[in-house]
T-cell receptor, first 115, second 114 residues
Framework: NAGVTQTPKFRILKIGQSMTLQCTQDMNHNYMYWYRQDPGMGLKLIYYSVGAGITDKGEVPNGYNVSRSTTEDFPLRLELAAPSQTSVYFC??????????????FGEGSWLTVV | AQTVTQSQPEMSVQEAETVTLSCTYDTSESDYYLFWYKQPPSRQMILVIR??????QNATENRFSVNFQKAAKSFSLKISDSQLGDAAMYFC???????????FGTGTRLKVLA
């Protein structure tokens, strides 16, 4: 059972560079999320998606973009990387409709350093 | 807006002892879900236990149990017979029954002393 898979696990970027964090899930979940976690802090929602073709901003969307062309994939794009984007990024997913399935599944995280 | 508060940044417990982590939340909704997640040094988020607000019975998963006080908006996690592998950051989380968003507390770091 793969669950939620994120790549890469570690990445160092130079200021101004761009990159994409990949996320895929094999549970046929309609909801997907991107969170960031700064050192010693909780999770902040960047973007989320309620289904293929539908995305919306979370609490901290500036400097990021997302797309959702399929149910499985939800890539996060960082444009013009800044040191403030140094963080651990988590992709997550869950489904809707069943009271039993109100659990969010997380990927293992992607550690990003911008220097 | 809903909020989740974890007032204990750090807790310590002796191996084999019991520890309780606190979580309070604020909401005007009646349909919601509460969760405890464990985050070890690997940073992976692992579901520990969940509670549906409509259930009066407290959830239990092996050594982990919750004390859900709906009127007081309190959702504490009790870990019995603590083990070294329980050392981690623990996050309390809230999800409205009618929305997509999970709201997380700031976490409590649990240290287990041998």
């Amino acid at each position: 059972n793969a669950g939620v898979t994120q790549t890469p696990k570690f990445r160092i970027l130079k200021i101004g560079q761009s990159m994409t964090l990949q996320c895929t899930q094999d549970m046929n979940h309609n909801y997907m999320y991107w969170y960031r976690q700064d050192p010693g802090m909780g999770l902040k929602l960047i973007y989320y998606s309620v289904g293929a073709g539908i995305t919306d901003k979370g609490e901290v969307p500036n400097g990021y973009n997302v797309s959702r062309s399929t149910t499985e994939d939800f890539p996060l794009r960082l444009e013009l990387a800044a040191p403030s984007q140094t963080s651990v990024y988590f992709c997550a997913s869950n489904t809707w409709g069943s009271r039993r399935e109100n659990t969010i599944y997380f990927g293992e995280g992607s550690w990003l350093t911008v220097v | 807006a809903q909020t989740v508060t974890q007032s204990q940044p750090e807790m310590s417990v002796q191996e084999a002892e019991t520890v309780t982590l606190s979580c309070t939340y604020d909401t005007s909704e009646s349909d919601y879900y509460l969760f405890w997640y464990k985050q070890p040094p690997s940073r992976q988020m692992i579901l520990v236990i969940r509670q549906e607000a409509y259930k009066q019975q407290n959830a239990t998963e092996n050594r982990f149990s919750v004390n859900f006080q709906k009127a007081a908006k309190s959702f504490s996690l009790k870990i019995s017979d603590s083990q070294l592998g329980d050392a981690a950051m623990y996050f309390c989380a809230y999800r409205s029954g009618g929305t997509y968003k999970y709201i997380f507390g700031t976490g409590t770091r649990l240290k287990v002393l041998a």
